[in-house]
């Protein structure tokens, strides 16, 4: 199985539970992905949020998203 690692620096957490951030890089090991914040950590953007790093393993070659999509709303549900 072979696995990359998408590293993520998150603008905001959002109440519905879903990150908006920058992709950094995609990398074929966690510890390349690791060393990478390391690098970035100080740098200007980066050090004011050093908590909002993510770092998502994928497998190639592999579905990821399987359950279709949801459109957002704003109607109040009664």
């Keep these: 199985m072979n696995r990359v690692y ?4 998150i603008d905001e957490d959002r109440v519905d539970g879903y990150h908006h951030g920058k992709i ?4 074929s ?5 690791k060393a990478t914040i390391d ?8 050090r004011d949020y050093p908590e ?10 592999r579905d990821s998203w399987t359950k279709g999509f ?3 709303t704003h109607e109040r549900i009664v």
Excluded at 6 to 9: N, P, R, S, T, V
Excluded at 29 to 33: C, N, P, Q, S, V
Excluded at 52 to 61: A, N, Q
């Design 52 to 61: 909002r790093w993510k770092i998502y393993p994928r497998t190639i070659d």
């Design 70 to 72: 949801v459109t957002e």
């Design 6 to 9: 998408f590293l993520y620096h």
């Design 29 to 33: 090991t966690l510890d390349l992905a």
């Design 24 to 27: 950094i890089g995609i990398y």
């Design 39 to 46: 690098r970035f950590r100080d740098k200007p953007g980066f």
